[in-house]
């Protein structure tokens, strides 16, 4: 059984920076593709930003884009999020997941569905508030 647990997570101002991490463990993600999700009260959860298995290609939501930057050490079993000149609208639960690459494949919509990832962490809260 694999786990995925994420850490980082905190408050900070507008125009701040954090960075996220997901420790993964119980198996090898290395032929996982990985994505960040989040959630804002009262909002559905939303795609942020998706990586290959190999950190090849990168997706990201149009509203993080320029912002955040995902990336993944693979020896280290972890994935990260980049997150700069984070915004009020930034606040939320951040979620890592996790997809058999062979599931998830090679398409940026294909990382959008939630339905696609197999393993979920916890969550980790963020919040930006002045």
């Known amino acids: 059984q694999g786990q995925l647990v994420e850490s980082g997570g905190g408050s900070v101002q507008p125009g701040g920076s954090l960075r996220l991490s997901c420790a993964a463990s119980g198996r090898t993600f290395n032929s996982y593709g990985m994505g960040w999700f989040r959630q804002a009260p009262g909002k559905e959860r939303e795609f942020v930003a998706g990586?290959?298995?190999?950190?090849?290609?990168?997706y990201y939501a149009d509203s993080v884009k320029g912002r955040f930057t995902i990336s993944r050490d693979n020896a280290k079993n972890t994935l990260y999020v980049q997150m700069n000149s984070l915004k009020p609208e930034d606040t939320a639960v951040y979620y890592c997941a996790a997809s058999p690459q062979s599931r998830v494949g090679f398409s940026a919509s294909s990382y959008r569905d939630e339905a696609k990832y197999e393993y979920w962490g916890q969550g980790t809260q963020v919040t930006v508030s002045s």
């Open positions: 990586i290959t298995w190999s950190g090849g290609t990168a």
